[in-house]
Nanobody, 124 residues
Framework: QVQLVESGGGLVQAGGSLRLSCSAS????????VGWFRQAPGKVREFVAA????????YYADSVKGRFTISRDNAKNTVYLQMNSLKPEDTAVYYC?????????????????WGQGTQVTVSS
């Protein structure tokens, strides 16, 4: 069992930066892949980024590539999402999720555990 808690969201101007954290409890977290997803008002939840259990492999949606960076510190049971050059279209509730399998990182239905989400609002 893995429990996930997101933090670090807030209000920022376009062009600004935020760093989201996903803190986990549970002994299997260090062997779990972790993904970040987001859901904007009136839209379906979409994949943002993912990282494998060791942190060696990372994956990004085209819309955030070059602006967002995912990383993890297994000693702290935490995964981070550094978001730079934020745009108003990045406004959404951001969720982290964890899974044990090591493929299809963008597929939401393969994630076993989800956090409650943190709101990110980017003003123009």
């Amino acid at each position: 069992q893995v429990q996930l808690v997101e933090s670090g969201g807030g209000l920022v101007q376009a062009g600004g930066s935020l760093r989201l954290s996903c803190s986990a409890s549970g002994r299997t977290f260090s062997s779990s892949a972790v993904g970040w997803f987001r859901q904007a008002p009136g839209k379906v939840r979409e994949f943002v980024a993912a990282i494998n259990w060791s942190g060696v492999s990372t994956y990004y949606a085209d819309s955030v590539k070059g602006r967002f960076t995912i990383s993890r510190d297994n000693a702290k049971n935490t995964v981070y999402l550094q978001m730079n050059s934020l745009k108003p279209e990045d406004t959404a509730v951001y969720y982290c999720a964890a899974k044990s399998s090591s493929n299809r990182y963008s597929s939401q239905r393969l994630y076993d555990y989800w956090g409650q989400g943190t709101q990110v609002t980017v003003s123009s």
